[in-house]
């Protein structure tokens, strides 16, 4: 049966059964190919007021002699005299020889060979001039013009002739005696019945579509008359096509054109014109060949039956399948100017379609009303929406189409205000649109007002935007009627506008910003910071010997690399950094708001280490090196060229001293990042040698005064004998992103510590560890501290995570998941730095934590201040009532001791109990607790 469909389909396509459906569709297509008129054609026009000033027609052809002159003279590139110069004038012999005369002195002259139906004889004739105008032309063309059953012009054949088309179209004539060597014959549709055609038949050959650049005056024309007698500056003329035929109504033959290019008909010489215009252009439409027509057509109706025969999405299959045979003729038409009927592919196609329905309806004949409602609305949706309203604003009709897009069916809108109904919002304000909103820039007298586009808000909670037109209905005394809105989907080619405008903002092999996105990004951050108030820094990337890569790998392994190192560069960058790519091998981040210019610093080292990385790419693994320049606004120039010199200049200057290296646009800055770069590789190399050490500070029961817990405190051992305490190098660890690996050094080297204690029957406690709440987000930590805990033979509650209060307030959702898995893991999670705030405390109850670290600074304020004293009081009361544990730290006194106890805090933490404290230290305090029998 599907392969009877395709046979059909493509009988219908090959002897164009659907030719007026197929030519209708390609009427709306026509609109695409209009362009503006060229200024070097231009029509004179025998027109009414010519036949007014110059008296009846025929005139005498010494005045189309003088007309030529005068154009001669003014240099014309072509002269088409579009009239029929068939015999002579008796009245006045002696204009023809004028008008040879001048055809001759020209040499560059048209004339126009035309078709007789029937002749005397009973045969068809050509229509030639006179022989002496003959001679006297450049050169013949036919002016034949093929009329379709509709009565609509659309086409016209470059060649015709008695049985043999010899006569080369008007304005293709026109062209070849213009420019001979630029216009053969156009490509065109055969037609094979002109081969071997009978003897003395019209015959016609290679078919174009006549694209219409514009409705009927679409061209510049100019009065016969004004040209005769001066009133026009014949320099007009020079160097162009100049066309002369009649457009007087009483004269001319006209031609209907296709709806979509205008109503009014076509006089024959701008029909001619826009022939002229299209071939010139080389903007053509032809008929795809009927077989290979036809063969498409199969194709499409067999593979839309093969899927529906195994696919169960049948309304689907149909659209795609009704979407793509539409797109591949708009597709051909745009490309290659090939116009393929698709009403024969499309009938197929529902033939096929109504086809899986029919089957489908015999194996499930309960389904069968929904199936065929299904066919309607697949009918429907090719529509747009229409909604007609009363005088008074309700809706007295409404289409499918138009109930799919706004959500409602007519049933329920039937009646209700249009604008009820339909919820149409203003794309910049979100505002509500009125009725009287769409008509507020139409008179009276204007019955209609342009489209425009609107979101409409659909009761399902979607969006679509859609190009709306509203018209009012008039009866003929001129009341209202009535009022008829159009809806128009057109939230696809808002995306399709938007995925161009990324092509035209995004870098085609990286996804990056380009250049010019990048300009326009550096150039708002520059705007934003007014008087240099707020630093903008700029880093360009430039890669050393990239040109090797493309030497080794060619252009697309060279892209495979730019890509991969896009993605590394890409995810160094932080909230505020936007990355994008300069030119082959250069890349640029914009860092907006910066604090610290030596952060800059870091963030180029830590790019630069990330092209160090090696390269895999087609099997060859690459070692890469780059060189960063740095200039940071306003301090190196106030304009985006000037900070993207300054940083280009730096970046030249990083690879002169031999690449792979960081360089400031000023000293300065140079001189700031490269102490702190020491000062990283220091603390990287410290740790990666195992030279950190830990201290022990001790927690304490208030009421028994037990050791509970030993908080670790990170120290580092310099040469010099100094020891530097995590305050000393935090900015540091954070910018190089080194608190990851020293949080997880912390955990394993304090719990293996614990470890040695518990083996050594020193006093039991916990140990309690202070984590940046960025590294407790972190899911590869959350496992690595899991395996620390097992490999050091310790329960998980034997480890204390504390956590400062302030990251936590700021963004509490962020990292209430990370504190659920630790406490889902048994490890006890304290909260750190608690300041005496009510709000902030509650927000933290809905954590799953098991207590608070009151900062050192509430508990010295509240021996200071009576209001900070209850305050505390208060805070330590909320935290019981919470059944949070509570502790203090910077407990320096007994009478500071007694008064939290007497407030309800349960342990403390302070020099009272003893300063921090080496490993050993700690060991013999713990093993002294337990010989003392404190317990």
């Known amino acids: 049966m599907a392969l009877v469909l395709a046979v059909l389909s493509a009988t219908s396509a090959r002897f164009a059964i659907f030719e007026r459906i197929d030519a209708g569709l390609h009427d709306w297509l026509v609109p695409l190919s209009f362009r503006p008129a060229p200024p070097d054609i231009i029509i004179i026009a025998i027109d009414a007021f010519s036949l007014d000033a110059l008296g009846r027609w025929p005139w005498s052809r010494r005045r189309h002699a003088e007309l030529i002159d005068i154009l001669t003279r003014a240099h014309a590139r072509v002269i088409g005299l579009d009239l029929l110069l068939i015999g002579a004038d008796n009245a006045d012999p002696q204009g023809d020889l004028s008008l040879i005369e001048a055809m001759r002195r020209s040499g560059r002259v048209v004339l126009p060979v035309a078709f007789d139906q029937i002749r005397a004889d009973g045969f068809p004739t050509e229509v030639l001039p006179d022989a002496a105008f003959v001679d006297a032309a450049a050169m013949l063309g036919h002016v034949d013009v093929v009329t379709d059953a509709d009565g609509i012009t659309r086409s016209v054949f470059l060649k015709a002739g008695v049985s043999v088309p010899v006569w080369p179209a008007f304005p293709l004539a026109m062209l070849r005696v213009a420019q001979p060597q630029d216009y053969p014959s156009p490509q065109a549709q055969r037609n094979a019945n002109g081969e071997g055609a009978f003897r003395l038949l019209w015959t016609r050959d290679r078919e174009i579509l006549v694209p219409f650049a514009g409705p009927p005056g679409h061209f510049r024309q100019v009065s016969y008359v004004d040209v005769l007698e001066g009133r026009v500056n014949p320099a007009m003329f020079q160097n162009s096509l100049v066309l002369i035929g009649v457009t007087a109504a009483t004269l001319s033959n006209t031609f209907s054109v296709p709806p979509s290019v205008g109503e009014e008909p076509i006089s024959g010489v701008e029909f001619n014109a826009m022939v002229l215009d299209a071939l010139r252009a080389g903007i053509i439409h032809r008929r795809l060949e009927p077989d290979l027509g036809a063969a498409i057509t199969a194709v499409a109706v067999l593979s839309a039956a093969a899927f529906f025969l195994f696919r169960k999405a049948a309304l689907s299959v149909f659209l795609l399948f009704a979407v793509s045979i539409l797109g591949f003729a708009l597709l051909l038409v745009v490309l290659i100017g090939a116009w393929f009927g698709p009403t024969a592919a499309l009938s197929g196609l529902v033939l096929a379609f109504l086809l899986r329905l029919t089957l489908h309806v015999r194996a499930q004949s309960a389904t069968l009303a929904a199936e065929r409602e299904r066919t309607r609305a697949t009918w429907d949706s090719l529509g747009e929406g229409i909604i007609v309203a009363s005088p008074s604003g309700t809706i007295d009709f409404m289409n499918a189409a138009a109930a799919r897009l706004i959500g409602r069916t007519f049933e329920h809108a039937r009646g209700r205000p249009m604008f009820d109904m339909v919820d149409l919002r203003d794309e910049v304000s979100d505002g509500s649109i009125e009725r009287r909103d769409l008509f507020d820039t139409c008179s009276e007298e204007e019955n209609r007002r342009s489209a425009r586009d609107f979101v409409l808000h659909r009761p399902d909670g979607q969006t679509r935007l859609v190009r709306v037109s509203i018209a009012r209905l008039r009866n003929p005394n001129g009341a209202q009627k009535g009022t008829v809105l159009a809806l128009s989907d057109v939230t696809l080619v808002r995306r399709l506008g938007r995925a161009i405008e990324y092509k035209t903002t995004h870098d085609s092999v990286t996804g990056l910003p380009n250049r010019r996105q990048m300009e326009s990004i550096l150039a708002g951050l520059l705007g934003a910071s007014g008087d240099g108030t707020t630093s903008v820094g700029v880093l360009i990337v430039d890669v050393d010997d990239f040109d090797i890569v493309n030497q080794r790998l060619g252009y697309t392994g060279g892209d495979a690399v730019l890509q991969s190192l896009g993605e590394r560069l890409r995810r160094l960058a932080n909230d505020g950094a936007t990355l994008g790519r300069l030119a082959a091998d250069e890349f640029v981040l914009v860092v907006a708001d910066v604090a610290r210019e030596d952060w800059l610093g870091f963030l180029a080292h830590r790019m630069r280490k990330s092209?160090?990385?090696?390269?895999?790419?087609?099997?060859?693994?690459?070692?890469?090196?780059?060189?960063?320049?740095?200039?940071?606004?306003?301090?190196?120039?106030?304009?985006?060229?000037?900070?993207?010199?300054?940083?280009?200049?730096?970046a030249r200057r990083a690879k002169d001293r031999g690449g792979n290296a960081v360089c400031f646009a000023t000293e300065?800055?140079?001189?700031?990042?490269?102490?702190?770069?020491?000062?990283?590789?220091?603390?990287?190399?410290?740790?990666?040698?195992?030279?950190?050490?830990?201290h022990y500070q001790p927690q304490v029961r208030i009421s028994t005064g037990r050791t509970v817990a030993m908080e670790a405190l990170l120290r580092w051992p310099m040469d010099d004998g100094r020891t530097l305490t995590p305050a000393d190098f935090l900015g540091v660890a954070e910018d190089g992103g080194l608190w990851p690996q020293i949080s997880d050094w912390v955990v394993r080297r304090g719990l293996a510590q614990l470890a040695e204690w518990r083996r050594s029957a020193a006093e039991r406690c916990r140990l309690s560890v202070n984590i940046p709440a960025g590294v407790i987000a972190c899911p590869a930590f959350r496992e690595t501290l899991a395996g620390s805990v097992r490999n050091a033979g310790l329960h998980p509650r034997d480890l204390v995570i504390e956590v400062s209060e302030a990251p936590l307030i700021r963004d509490i959702d962020q990292f209430s998941e990370p504190i659920r898995a630790l406490a889902a893991m048994g490890i006890v999670v304290v909260v750190d730095n608690v300041g005496v705030g009510m709000s902030s405390l509650l927000h933290l109850g809905a954590l799953p934590i098991y207590g608070l670290k009151l900062d050192r600074t509430n508990v010295a304020d509240a021996f200071t201040d009576t209001?900070?004293?209850?305050?505390?009081?208060?805070?330590?009361?909320?935290?019981?009532?919470?059944?949070?544990?509570?502790?203090?730290?910077?407990?320096?006194?007994?009478?500071q001791l007694d008064v939290l106890g007497s407030f309800g805090c349960e342990d403390a933490q302070g020099y009272l109990f003893g300063q921090p404290m080496s490993s050993a230290e700690t060991m013999r305090k713990l093993l002294k607790q337990v010989s003392d029998g404190q317990r």
């Open 867 to 895: 209001g900070d004293a209850a305050m505390l009081a208060a805070v330590l009361a909320l935290a019981k009532s919470m059944n949070l544990h509570t502790a203090a730290v910077g407990v320096e006194t007994a009478r």
């Open 611 to 650: 092209i160090e990385a090696s390269v895999t790419v087609a099997g060859f693994s690459l070692q890469l090196t780059a060189s960063i320049g740095v200039s940071v606004f306003p301090r190196d120039g106030g304009t985006v060229d000037a900070l993207l010199n300054q940083a280009g200049l730096a």
């Open 668 to 694: 300065a800055g140079n001189v700031e990042v490269l102490s702190r770069s020491k000062q990283y590789i220091a603390l990287a190399k410290a740790l990666q040698d195992d030279r950190l050490t830990l």
